[in-house]
């Protein structure tokens, strides 16, 4: 989401005339968009702003701040960080340029944070050209009325506000117009999108507006919540041509104590009912999850559960954190927390035992042939390109940098825990 807004800014900032560098020494103005889910990147904040104060000294570089860590600490940034000009709400977004312009012309410090009723942080123009991308995030809501006892999100982000699904609709036509093969559509709980807005489409009736639309071929989305998971979006998966066999369906736990202290409504149980379901009616999917260790109160056996969960789903990947407390949610009052070597040592073992699983997962490919979008050229090498296949594994397959934007038949030759090497079919 935060990529999404970082796109959403800086097409604003080229409507009022700004040109993109990639060099900060170059840069009149420098934003830096932040995220606040954990303790971590909220540091690199505060390290990435020192880094840029010196550009200042030789260059009137207006520096800012967006997103969650600007929206939670608001006017205490600006106390903190002296050379601060400005600090941007996660709703003020469609506020940018007139901002900048009042710190450029006026020389005033300016902060604005106040939460936007009108929804009008959800608008950005759209971008009038593919810059050679192949694939786009498309924002259908943002906010989350869960207040997960561990999480930032709905005190950062507000409450739960979905977009128009015409609104949606146009944009992906706008995209598809412009060369755009894939959305991945946007939510902290896409399952709840266009709840509360009478007569509009629920989630799994916009997945099936988005799959009418000419050249987007392929659409994914993100995050569903295990809570709200119906029958209809599971159905999607088996009636929708476009719709891609990935799920990204976070489990935090697989202790029911945990996951009741984690307010997160549903239990172990319901959780492997609904993976259950989901491969029954798309038995290829590929399942991936947020998990969180160390969470107050975690016992030895509510960690054994976890990994026992992660025994029984075998998941294609995951994405594993030590929790991290943060001021002003619930879970932060809590007093029995773990220590930060136990924490550490089960994040290990956690990640050892996934990091198995994802190399058994891939290498069940190996020999296969795989549908993989091009995106562009490979990390590896000058003389690679690519791509994703439909369940979201990275291919790099030797192949000229024209192909990208292209659906090519790959047969996979060898697996890694990462991604995997494949040749061109002809
Ligand atoms: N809305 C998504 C959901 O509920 O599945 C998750 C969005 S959250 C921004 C992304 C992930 O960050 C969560 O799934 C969780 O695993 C992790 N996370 C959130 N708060 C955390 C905390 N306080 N400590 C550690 N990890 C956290
Ligand atoms: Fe945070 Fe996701 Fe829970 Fe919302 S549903 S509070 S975003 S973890």
Known sequence: MNEDDSERMLRLLEGAQYVETQEPREANLILINTCSVREKPEHKVYSALGRFKRLKENRKTVI???????QQEGERLLDRVPYLDLVIGTQAIHLLPELVQTVETKGQ???????DAEGKYLIAPRPQRGKGKVKSYVTIMQGCDHFCSFCIVPYVRGRERSRPSEEVVEEVKHLAGIGIKEVCLLGQNVNSYGKGKDGGLDFPSLLRRIDEITGIERIRFTTSHPEDFSNAL??????LSTLCEHIHLPFQSGSDRILKRMHRG???ASYLERV?????????????????VGFPGEEDKDFGETLDLMAQVRFDDLFSFKYSPRKGTRAAEFEDRVEDNVKQGRLSILQSMQKEITLQKNQILEGTT??????????QGDRDVTGRTRSNKIVNVQGDLNLAGSFIPVRIVKAFPHSLRGEFVE
């Open 370 to 379: 795989q549908e993989v979008l091009v995106e562009g050229r490979s990390k």
């Open 266 to 268: 549903y239990t172990r």
């Open 276 to 292: 259950d379901r989901l491969r029954e009616a798309c038995p290829s999917i590929a399942i991936t999850a947020d998990v969180i």
């Open 109 to 115: 410090r300016v902060c604005v944070t106040e939460l």
């Open 234 to 239: 599971i159905r999607s998966f088996s009636e």
């Open 64 to 70: 800012g701040v967006a997103g969650c860590v600007a």
